[in-house]
């Protein structure tokens, strides 16, 4: 019989490795991230237990891929807050950086615009140009600057429900590798964009060509996972009036929409975060729920 292999050694290697223990930002104290490590282990090792003397593929079985998502969720959060985790992220940084443009460009279409062109910097910040003749004036900027916002924690929330069926992930798999390549024909127009996304397209449709079932379906929800928390990747930038891409000051996404509405950009900062935090929540729900007998 298969039997859960014990994940202690190989999380306390990795909170080693990633120097858990000289981590002082203003944002995470160093007992803290020690704490959300000690509770992933214990949590994934009463999970695993529950499976010993059982044949069962962890990233197929609901409780054990819901784990490894937590725990993966919880290692690129410390390892934002990491020297050098950021070149480890830094693939998922750009996938995620697309599907906020792109959350701009296709909801100035819905508003009745036209997205002109998508831009994508090796530096993780990208710009999304398109017409300001948008359906209700001041309101339909608004939206337009939100959907970048939540743009990411939509495709994350839907890649994560899709999950739930391996038929689904594998036909999500292709839709994604299949408008990433439209998109880099259609609307992006910097060079480096037009590369990365190329590779992007290419590993998600060769993903769900050559794959495993069990495997498309965990790559799906990883993909999902890392499109959900993105907003929370550059915090602070949810609570800023104005920004600066490629040398250029712009209004953030949060200062766009104080600037067409009432309200201060900080409240809808907080409101795009908690309606981000939530949507993750109910997916991973929606993903993991007991099926019917």
Known sequence: MERWPNYDSLFRQLAWQANIRNIYTKHLRRDY???????????????????????????????????????????????????????????????????????????????????????????????????????????????????????????????????????ASTASLWVLGLFIALSCVVWLRSIFGLGAMSLWAVVIVLSSWKASPSIKQFFVRVLGVQASIAVFMQFDYLFVDSATIEGQTHHSDTGAIANSLLLPYWFWGSLIATISVLMLAYSLYVAHKPRKA
Request: with cysteine; glycine share 12%.
């Open 33 to 167: 991230v020690q704490d959300l490590y000690i509770n992933i282990i214990k949590s994934m090792n009463e999970g695993f237990s529950e499976h010993a003397g059982q044949k069962v593929n962890f990233l197929s079985d609901s409780q054990g891929s819901l784990l490894w998502l937590v725990g993966i969720a919880i290692c690129t959060v410390v390892l934002w807050y990491v020297p050098y985790g950021y070149y480890v992220l830094y693939p998922f940084t750009i996938l995620s950086t697309w599907f906020h443009e792109m959350g701009h460009g296709l909801t100035a279409i819905l508003m009745g615009g036209s997205f002109k062109k998508l831009e994508i910097f090796s530096d993780g910040s990208g710009l999304a140009t398109h017409s300001s003749d948008l359906f209700l004036g001041p309101l339909g900027s608004a939206i337009v600057a939100a959907g970048g916002l939540l743009g990411p924690a939509v495709a994350g929330s839907a890649l994560l429900m899709l999950s739930r069926s391996q038929k």
